[in-house]
């Protein structure tokens, strides 16, 4: 009887797997080719060369317009980078200093800023959203903190576009300031192709081609978005490990204990 | 069942005044259980793990959560990235919740198959529904927390559900809310209540156990307890199956913790919630997508289509009672099945009855997460009439015409063929 | 644990190779239970952005001699007094035994002109006052607590009222010469 139910159950799993494609097929953008990331598979890991060229191409091209919010300076030192290197880096932009001894903030209606320093966030380019969009033509740049975790698909999803910018096809007439995307839900998107061949100078001598720095700056992105992917998938590898074999233990004292019933 | 003799001086002791350990000792250790469960009868203990999991972690959680909706979202951002082991405790809630709902559906598709919740275990059974409904209560609540944009559109959407109550709806609405819209006060007031519901499904836990052991469990053949020959204490015999039915779920479990986190979460909760713009496909979480389904597969033009219905209700109050009616039936199952049999293996009728409704089920979970729209929309009406044509007219009529087939004298005869040794074909 | 027939029924069936593989299934199942109790433990330990700010660096260049600043460290104030000549001669003047609370203060500085303090009284915690030039800094010239009148030193150590202790000196270290790390 438990077999005929099992066959069943079966039957019933591969009618729904048929569904779920209907369900996956069903798209409005293009799809992103599938690019094998460091930190795919159970086994995956940040390669934190990469990672540095990725801050290199966040700081130095997307910065303009892109915050990165959920991140510290302090964080940095995750990828790679020493705690004087943090120190410099912070020190090398400013941020509000709040009241001063006097309960000031402002003098001569310009804000009191000091260096950052370790525990401030990264800068964002903007002091609200709606600065944001007003100097973007009402279309806000989003946070990419959590850019690779808050699409489908994310890191895929990032690099297929910044790297899909094409002339869009004759039968599409693209609104003012909209640039052509396939790989955009509507394919029309507000952003410019960021990214041009030695936009950056790589420092170890990668050669910074437009797909290079897509990928250096997704493998960044990957890294704000989940900080702790590489902890977790090795705690996991453990964890999982010590769980089969405590299963089988128990499935062995199981056995045992039954058959004393027969 | 044996009276306990406690040689221990401090056991001994306490158990005079307070018999805790020989309560302990009755419903966990003793406590004579059918012989011939098989591992569907592990739901119930692993629902026990899984609660206590969601507790013990929502507890952590709470202790660097803010509810307040401009510092909700970033706080959750610490708990993954500052606080230590942040990010593996909240990813345990999280996919905990999701694991808690798979193990419920699969115990009550359980009770269904095996015909666990008719004579003397109605009771039983009501009070798993109710459990069912605080813990839908509670898991809801508990999405809107994080505040990105599917809590926010997913709390404003159900929220919205009661504004069909008649003359009071809007009234309720805004008490829902304490405000105009989901706001700062809603946040607070549902943390409030998502703390506390999880301690009344405890409570609620204690009277379903109480049921449970009052009848004791119900097993494969469906047949009463006739014996001692019937029976085997709880401890060791499912202690240690229940033990290695755990390990086996945590594999699986922990798998999705440390390899795939947000397999059952919506890509959008990772955008801030912002009231000004709706994400294009509002999905509730995966569990909820059948009665979402029902919910919206009522036509909107329900009294011209169904006009000659003695109804007078708009389509989407229609929907709303259709939805927490497709629950609610379930409480009158017991009374709804009319068959004397309790086992689906010795119902041929109800066996197939009982896979296509479960089919239906799960089509309706696909339906509620597509668009209302199109073949989808037809699907989505026609699997609901199936819900409703299986739970009131199949269900009642089967057991009239149905020929069942012959019963074993005991469950012992059932188990223990001449020469069978293994269990595990027996159970079968 | 009870005794029951059941019991009886396992001693029959006693074994010593059953028994190893279910204790030995009883230690496993213990050491996971405590490594899984290990997050939810560690997780109420100072966090990441905490840890980040527990140490404070300052620029003294600007302090001139016989002035203080508070700085914040660790969510307690900080007393750095840039001392004059009198008053180190005072503070190293007087003899040990006299000291309810004896340390020398030598032992409090690292260097004579700088002296760093928690600016907490040891008394029952309020914020001792003399940091500002016209505060009242107790008959010892250095902070008076008012909350019950104990009066500290020019090394920040008690000489009269109910304090039990000296006011606490938190780790430091200078960088160069102006330039302090606290914590």
Known sequence: ?262 | MTKPVWKNPVVKWIDHRLPIFTFIDHSAIQHPTPRNLNYFWNFGSLLGFILVVMIASGIILSMNYTANASLAFDSVERIMRDVNYGWLIRYVHMNGASMFFIIVYLHIFRGLYYGSYKQPRELLWIIGILIFLTMMATAFLGYVLPWGQMSFWGATVITNLFSVIPFFGDTIVTWLWSGFSVDNPTLNKFFSLHYLLPFIIFGLVFIHLWALHTHGSNNPTGLDVKGDKDEIPFHPYYTVKDAFGLGFFLVIFLGFVFFAPNFFGEPDNYIEANPLVTPPHIVPEWYFLPYYAILRAVPDNFIDVWGWLPVIIPAKTAGVICMFASILLLAALPWLDTSKVRSANYRPTYFWLYWIFLINTIILGFVGAKPAEGAWLLIGRLATLYYFLHLLVLIPLVGRFEKTKPLPNSISSAVIPAGTTDEESVNA | MATTSQDDKKDTVDDSKRDFLLYSTYAVGSVGALAAAWPFIDSMNPSKDVLALASTELDLSSVEEGQSITAMWRGKPVFIRKRTADEIKLAKSIKLSELKDPQADSDRVQKDQWLVLVGICTHLGCIPSGQKGGDVKGDFNGWFCPCHGSHYDTSGRIRKGPAPKNLDVPPYRFTNETNIIIG
């Open chain 1, 1 to 262: 009887m438990l077999k005929r139910n099992f066959i069943i159950f079966f039957t019933v799993a591969t009618i729904s797997g048929f569904f779920g494609n209907i369900v996956n097929a069903a798209g409005v953008a293009m799809k992103p080719g599938e690019y094998a990331w460091s930190t795919n598979g159970v086994f995956g890991s940040f390669d934190r060369k990469q990672l540095k060229r990725g801050w290199q191409v966040y700081t130095e091209v997307c910065a303009g317009c892109h915050s990165v919010r959920l991140i510290y300076y302090r964080n940095l030192a995750e990828i790679g980078f020493s705690s004087s290197e943090i120190k410099k880096i912070a020190a090398s932009v400013e941020v509000p200093a709040g009241p001063n001894e006097d309960g000031e903030t402002h003098k001569d209606d310009e804000p009191i800023m000091r260096p950052a320093k370790a525990f401030d966030k990264v800068i964002s380019p903007y002091p609200n959203k709606i600065a944001a969009r007003a100097a973007n033509g009402g279309a806000l740049p989003p946070d990419l903190s959590l850019m690779t975790k808050a699409r489908i698909n994310g890191p895929n999803y990032v690099h297929a576009l910044l790297t899909g910018f094409k002339e869009a096809p004759s039968g599409l007439k693209l609104s003012d300031g909209m640039y052509y995307n396939p790989y955009y839900p509507g394919g029309q998107i507000a952003m410019a192709a960021p990214l041009s061949a030695e936009a950056v100078e790589y420092s170890d001598g990668t050669k910074a081609t437009v797909e290079q720095m897509s990928k250096d700056v997704t493998a960044f992105l990957i890294w704000t978005a989940e900080p702790e992917l590489e902890e977790r998938k090795r705690l996991g590898i453990k964890v999982i490990f010590f769980l089969i074999i405590f299963t089988a233990m128990l499935y062995a004292v199981k056995r045992q204990i039954w058959s004393k019933l027969n």
